[in-house]
C-alpha cells in the first residue's frame, strides 16, 4: 500500500481527491464527514496518518471515541464493538475481537476499495487518453470542417462569378446577335441602295454615253477613217456577200451544223465508251463462265436441278449476245440482257463460291475424323510444345539481353568484370578441355597412322634392298655388255643427273610452299609423316610432343627435303628413274611433289632422247 | 540553250507571227520584224508615235500597231512593205485594238467603251458594235473564228452577243443571269460558252452555241468567287479557280464538278515530287574578297545561280498572309493553264505565291510542285511538248518538263558590262504558237543610263528544233 502511495504523482492523487469529493458531495449524506475525511486522508501521505487518529482519540475520550466507532460501525453493519451486554444497564465491555475482526475486515474493505481506486484510476486514465485522442480528433475534423467550408465557400463563389460571367456572355451574344442581325439589315439595305445606287450610275452612265456617243458620232468625224493603199482580198479569197435574209438562215443554219455536228462528235465518243466497256463487260462474263463451266458437269452428273440449268441458260444467252454485234441492238434490250446474265452469273458463281466454302468447312470436319490428318491432341501438344520452346528461347534471349547488358553497364565495375573474366577464364578452360580431348583422339590416330606407316616403311626397306640388289645385278650386266662404251658417253651422263638435281630441287622448293600454308589437318600429319620418312624411314619423332612436330614439320618439310635431295641425287647420277619410282612410292604424298619428280623424269627422258 | 544577243525594246512589246517564222518587237515609235531563225530584221516600219500595242494577224500577214493616246492604229503588210493602212478613231479615242481570227478585220474598242469599231481590209465597210461592257475579258473568238462572243451591257444587266465573224452578224442575243459578268470564254470546240460573275459572287454559267444555258455551277456563296477560269484543250473539262484557294474541275457531260484541288501549303503525300528552287553560292574565296566590292560584282549576287533539289515528303511552302482591308487580296488561284496535251495543269495560288502546282489530269492528282525563290510572275506551256515555262522577275527563266526542272540564267550581264547596268529581270515570256520552244525572255534594266532600255533576249532550247 505504501509502495502504491509513494508511486503516485501528487497531480493525480489531487485529481482523484477531487473526484472523491465529487462522489461523496453527491452520493452521501452531510454526517457523513468524517468518512470523507477519512477517505481525503486515506490519500495523502501515511505519516499523517498516526497524528490524525491520535487527534481523534485521546486519552480523555477512549469511552467516547469508542462507542462512536461502535455506532459507526454498527450503522455500516459491522457487529457492535461491544460485548453483548447480558444485562441492561451493565456497562457493555469492548469486544477486542470484535474490534480486530472489524480492523481486518476494514483493512481488507480498505485493500478492496484502493483496488478499485486503482482500477478507477487506470481506466480515468485511458479514458483521459482517449478523450485527448477524441479531442484532437474533434479538432482536426473541425478544422477540415472549416476548410471545406471555405471551399466551398469559394466555389460558390465562382460559380457565382461564372454565372455572372455567363449571364453576361449571353448579353453579350445576344447582343452581338442583335448586332449581326442589325449588319446584316445594314448589309442588305446597303446593298440594295449600292444596287439602286448603282443601277442609278449607270444608267446615268449610260444616259452620258448615249449622248457621248451621239455627239462623237453625229458630228460628222472627218477624222474618222481608214486610209489603206489598197484593199486586201479576203482571206477565203471569196468576195464578201451582201447582207440578207438568206444569209442569216444561212448562218442559222450552219450554227446548227456546228452544234450538230459537236453533239454528233459527242454521241460518237459515248458509243465508242460504251463499246469499249460493253467489251470489257462481255470478256468479264466471258471468263466467269469459262470459270463455272468445268463446276457445270458435276452439278449435271448430280443432277443438280438449278445451277446447271441456269448456267446453261446463261451460257446460251451468252452465245447469242456474242453472235450479234453488240452496238446494232438497241441500247435498252442490250443492257437488259446483259445486266440479266451478269446478275444470274453472278448469282452462280456466288453459289458456287457458298458450295466451294461449304466444302471446304465439310472438309475441315471430315479432316478432324482421319487418322491421317493430325489429330486434336496431337496438334494441341505440338502446340503446347512450340509454345514451351518459343518461352524458352524468349528465356534465354532476356538472359543474353540482361548479360549483355550488364556487359555493357559494369564495362568500369571492376568486381563485376573479374566475376565476368572469371566466367570467361572457365568457359575457355572448359572449351581447352574438349579441344584437349580431341588432341587427344587425335594424337591417337596419328600414332596409329605411324605405326603402319612404318610397318610400311620396314616393308619398303626390304623392297629397296631388293630392288637395289636387282639393280646391281641390271647394272652389271649393263656393264658387261657396254664394255665398249667410250669415255664422253659418261660425261653427258653425270651432265644429265646433275641438272636432274637442280631442277628436283627447284620443283621441290617450289611445291613446298602450299603445304606450309595449309592449316593443321589429319592430312597434313600423314604428308608430314612421309617428308619424314624420306628423312630416314624408321626414325620416329618423339611421341610425346607430337604435336610440336607437327606444326614445326611443315616448316621443316621443305628444308629436309632440300637436305635429303643432294644426298639422294648422288646415287641418282647413274639413273634418274631410280629418284622418281622413290618419290612416286612416297604414300600420300602431294601431287605437286609428284609431278615435280615425273618433270625431272620426262627431263632425263629428254635428255636421253638427245643421246645418240 | 542558245541566247540571242540582247534587243532593244519599249513597253515590253515583243511579239512571235502565229507561224512562228517572224519575232516582232517595238522601239518607240520603230516596228522591228525580225527572221526568228537567223533573228536578222527582215522589215523596219516607222509609225507616227510610240507604238503601245502590237499584234499579229492570225495569218501572220499583218501586224497592227496601236497608238492609244493618238487614237490611231497602223497595219502594215509583211509581203508588201510598202502597202500600209492608218484607221483614226478621231475624237471617240481608242481605249483597245485586236484582229478578228481571219486576219482582215480589226476591232477597235473605243473610249469609254461606247462602241466596238470593226474595220475590213478587204471592203470599205465599217461595223459598230454598241454596248460593249468593260470587264475582264469581254471578248472571245471561237478557235475556228468562226464566231464571236461579245459581253454587253444594257440597261444595267449582262447580256452575251455571238457574232458570226464572216459577216458580222447578230447570231445570238442573250442576257445571263449575272450580277456583273467579269468574263467570257469560248470552249476550244467551239459549242460552249462559258461565263463567270465578278469575284463577290462564284457563279459560273454554261452557254450553248445557240443561247441556251446548259449548266449553272456554284461552289459556295456568301464569300469571293471565281478568279480564274480555263478550258481544257479538248474541251473536255473547265477548270475554274476561285479565291478559296481551289481549282474546281468541271466534266462537259454534266458540268458537274469532278474534283477539287486544294493548294495546301504543305505537301505531305511522299509521291508528290517537290522541286525546291535552291541557290547555288559561288564559293567566293575570302583573299579575293574586295571593300568596298565593286559594282559588277554587286550586280551580279542578284543573279546567283540557282538549281533545284528534290525536298522530302512533308514540305511546308512559303505562305503570305493576305492584308484583309485591301482590294485585290493575294489570295485564291490567280492563273491556271493546261497543257497543250491536255495531260497537266498548272495552277498559281496567290497566297503561296513563290510556287506552281503541276496536276496530272489523268489521274487527278496532284503531280509536282515548284517552289521558286521568289514570287511566280507568269507560267506557259510550251505549245506542243508538255512543257512548261516559269518565270519571276528574275534574270532566270525555269523549265518544267515531266523528265525533270532546270533553271536557266538568260544573259546579260556579259553583253551588258557597263558599270551600273542591271538585269532587273524578265516581266514575262512568251512562246511562239508553231515554233516550239522559241522563248523570248523581255527584260527590264534600271540601269542609269537612259540608253539601256528594256532589253529582250531570243533564245532556244536545244533539240526544239528537231522536235515535229
Redesign the interface.
Known sequence: MGEWMTVTDPHLSSESKNICQYTSETKMSPSSLYSQQVLCSSIPLSKNVHSFFSAFCTEENIEQSISYLDQELTTFGFPSLYEESKGKDTKRELNIVAVLNCMNELLVLQRKNLLAQENVETQNLKLGSDMDHLQNCYAKLKEQLETCRREMIGLQERDRQLQCKNRNLHQLLKNEKDEVQKLQNIIASRATQYNHD??RK??EY?KL?ER??QL??N?K????????????????GKR??W?TGK??AR??D???K??LN?YEYRQKQILMENAELKKVLQQMKKEMISLLSPQKQKPRERADDSTGTVISDAEEDAGELSRESLWDLSCETVREQLTNSIRKQWRILKSHVEKLDNQVSKVHLEGFNDEDVISRQDHEQETEKLELEIQQCKEMIKTQQQLLQQQLATACDDDTTSLLRDCYLLEEKERLKEEWSLFKEQKKNFEKERRSFTEAAIRLGLERKAFEEERASWLKQQFLNMTTFDHQNSENMKLFSAFSGTSDRDSLTVHSRPRQKKPHGVSNGSLVCASKLTKSLPASPSTSDFCQTRSCASEHSSISVLNITPEETKPNQVGGEVTSQKWSTAPGSQEGCYSGCSLTHTNSHVEKDDLP | MNFSEVFKLSSLLCKFSPDGKYLASCVRYRLVIRDVNTLQVLQLYTCLDQIQHAEWSA?SRFILCAMYKRGLVQVW?LEQP???????????GLAASCWSP???HILNT?E?H??ITV????????SYI?YPKACQQGISFTRDG??LALAE?R??KDHVSVF?CS?W?L??HFDTETQDLAGIEWAP???VLAVWDTCLEYKVLLY???GRLLSAYCAYEWSLGVKSVAWSPSSQFLAVGSYDGKVRILNHVTWKMITEFGHPATVTNPKIVVYKEAEKNPRLALGRLAFPPPRAAAGAASSTESKYEIASAPVSLQTLKPIADRANPKVGIGALAFSPDNYFLATRNDSVPNAVWIWDIQKLKLFVVLEQLSPVRSFQWDPQQPRLAICTGGSKVYLWSPAGCVSVQVPGEGEHSVPGFLLAGCRRDSSGRAQPGSFVSLSVSSGKRPSQSPACTAWHWPGCKKAP
Open positions: 448603282m443601277k449607270e444608267r449610260n454615253k457621248l456617243h462623237v458620232m458630228k468625224d472627218k477624222k474618222i477613217a481608214m486610209e489603206v493603199l489598197n484593199y486586201v482580198g479576203r482571206a477565203d464578201g456577200s447582207r444569209t442569216e448562218n442559222e450552219e450554227m446548227y456546228i452544234l459537236d | 495569218d503588210s510598202e502597202w500600209h493602212c492608218r484607221i483614226d478613231e478621231g475624237s471617240a481571219d486576219g482582215r473605243t469609254f461606247l462602241r474595220w475590213s481590209l478587204c471592203t470599205k465597210s465599217v454598241k468562226r464566231y451591257r440597261d444595267c458570226v459577216d452578224q447570231l445570238r470546240n467551239g459549242c450553248s452555241l445557240d
